[in-house]
């Protein structure tokens, strides 16, 4: 039965991406209506659309109608950021990082374990990322503590599936480690040193992630499962080329635009694509994993769209970015349009049933 009350949320987290995307195509040169939220592409597609729905995921299992506040207040951030006042969205964006840090305190004290101490720390980076950028209004130094929220989220659930696979708890202490290394790197800054130890960590994290997720016995399966391996396996090779890129690119002004993108748009909306099949359906009440194979081609829109723009930031070539701007929006928009249909059709045939 569809939950009727998370729709309104999920309409929302919806029109967070929207805005994302639009003000991105109008960052990257397209001639598009200019609007306020143009200049704040970052806090809304990492603050509004991925914070509101990894904020409504976290708290449907809590069942407290109450903390549905805080994946609420969340996507009305955007609002603000349309009205021009950018300071009270970030401290909404504050204020909705905090909340989910102590959601993510309330597991830890149920269930004492590193998965919510790294879902804590995420959730703990993402609020210095917004401090930052309200106190300094800079989104360069925003980004790598989003960036720590996002890999630490994503490695936390990705470390809870594999708690049935045959990996070592050495292994597992490793990859932890790793993680931990990451935020030294952070706390560096992107410069120097700290570029150095990002790079490592992250290619360090992408092979033990290639070596020991269930890319190699889903692979091997149909439908579904097959989709799901190669979303993460291609998000893993993102990530890879993010870590080369922290150490090897110069410092030219488009450095940081390819690190930004391969990272976001490479590894974590590959994650989106590979989880959206089990998360959506579920986020919404119905007890259904929708496919389709067509999802196969937004997969590689998007894999296509991160190479370009990386090439294209390499070789400062702006009409090739313009490109890869429209495929990066095409393919994350064909994705969810197509995650809507089928998942409405496959609610309808169970109901036949």
Same mark, same amino acid.
């Given at each position: 039965?569809?939950?009727?009350?998370?729709?309104?949320?999920?309409?929302?987290?919806?029109?967070?991406?929207?805005?994302?995307?639009?003000?991105?195509?109008?960052?990257?040169?397209?001639?598009?209506?200019?609007?306020?939220?143009?200049?704040?592409?970052?806090?809304?597609?990492?603050?509004?659309?991925?914070?509101?729905?990894?904020?409504?995921?976290?708290?449907?299992?809590?069942?407290?109608?109450?903390?549905?506040?805080?994946?609420?207040?969340?996507?009305?951030?955007?609002?603000?950021?349309?009205?021009?006042?950018?300071?009270?969205?970030? $401290?909404?964006?504050?204020?909705?990082?905090?909340?989910?840090?102590?959601?993510?305190?309330? $597991?830890?004290?149920?269930?004492?374990?590193?998965?919510?101490?790294?879902?804590?720390?995420?959730?703990?980076?993402?609020?210095?990322?917004?401090?930052?950028?309200?106190?300094?209004?800079?989104?360069?130094?925003?980004?790598?503590?989003?960036?720590?929220?996002?890999?630490?989220?994503?490695?936390?659930?990705?470390?809870?599936?594999?708690?049935?696979?045959?990996?070592?708890?050495?292994?597992?202490?490793?990859?932890?480690?790793?993680?931990?290394?990451?935020?030294?790197?952070?706390?560096?800054?992107?410069?120097?040193?700290?570029?150095?130890?990002?790079?490592?960590?992250?290619?360090?994290?992408?092979?033990?992630?290639?070596?020991?997720?269930?890319?190699?016995?889903?692979?091997?399966?149909?439908?579904?499962?097959?989709?799901?391996?190669?979303?993460?396996?291609?998000?893993?090779?993102?990530?890879?080329?993010?870590?080369?890129?922290?150490?090897?690119?110069?410092?030219?002004?488009?450095?940081?635009?390819?690190?930004?993108?391969?990272?976001?748009?490479?590894?974590?909306?590959?994650?989106?694509?590979?989880?959206?099949?089990?998360?959506?359906?579920?986020?919404?009440?119905?007890?259904?994993?929708?496919?389709?194979?067509?999802?196969?081609?937004?997969?590689?829109?998007?894999?296509?769209?991160?190479?370009?723009?990386?090439?294209?930031?390499?070789?400062?070539?702006?009409?090739?970015?313009?490109?890869?701007?429209?495929?990066?929006?095409?393919?994350?928009?064909?994705?969810?349009?197509?995650?809507?249909?089928?998942?409405?059709?496959?609610?309808?045939?169970?109901?036949?049933?």
């Amino acid at each position: 039965m569809i939950k009727k009350e998370r729709l309104p949320i999920l309409f929302f987290a919806m029109l967070c991406l929207l805005s994302g995307l639009w003000s991105g195509l109008n960052r990257i040169g397209w001639d598009i209506a200019l609007l306020p939220i143009s200049p704040h592409h970052g806090a809304i597609m990492v603050g509004g659309f991925l914070g509101t729905l990894i904020a409504l995921e976290k708290i449907i299992p809590l069942k407290k109608k109450s903390l549905y506040l805080i994946p609420v207040l969340n996507a009305l951030s955007v609002v603000f950021f349309f009205s021009g006042q950018p300071k009270l969205s970030i $401290y909404i964006l504050v204020v909705s990082s905090t909340s989910l840090s102590f959601v993510f305190l309330y $597991y830890f004290r149920k269930q004492h374990t590193i998965i919510y101490v790294l879902m804590l720390l995420g959730s703990i980076c993402w609020l210095t990322g917004n401090i930052l950028l309200l106190t300094e209004f800079f989104y360069p130094l925003a980004f790598p503590w989003w960036a720590a929220f996002a890999l630490f989220i994503i490695a936390a659930e990705r470390l809870e599936l594999m708690k049935f696979l045959p990996v070592s708890q050495l292994s597992k202490n490793i990859f932890v480690l790793l993680l931990f290394c990451f935020i030294v790197g952070v706390i560096l800054s992107f410069h120097g040193t700290g570029n150095l130890i990002c790079g490592l960590v992250l290619i360090g994290i992408s092979l033990w992630l290639l070596q020991n997720d269930v890319i190699g016995i889903n692979i091997k399966k149909n439908g579904i499962l097959k989709f799901v391996a190669i979303s993460l396996c291609t998000g893993y090779l993102a990530l890879l080329m993010t870590g080369i890129f922290f150490i090897s690119l110069s410092d030219q002004w488009l450095t940081y635009d390819a690190i930004v993108h391969s990272f976001f748009l490479g590894f974590v909306f590959s994650m989106i694509f590979a989880h959206g099949p089990m998360i959506l359906p579920g986020v919404m009440g119905i007890a259904i994993t929708p496919f389709n194979r067509i999802l196969y081609v937004w997969l590689a829109l998007l894999q296509a769209s991160w190479l370009v723009r990386v090439f294209s930031d390499v070789l400062i070539e702006m009409d090739l970015r313009k490109v890869s701007g429209l495929l990066s929006a095409i393919a994350i928009l064909g994705y969810f349009v197509t995650m809507a249909i089928i998942t409405i059709k496959g609610h309808r045939h169970a109901r036949v049933l």
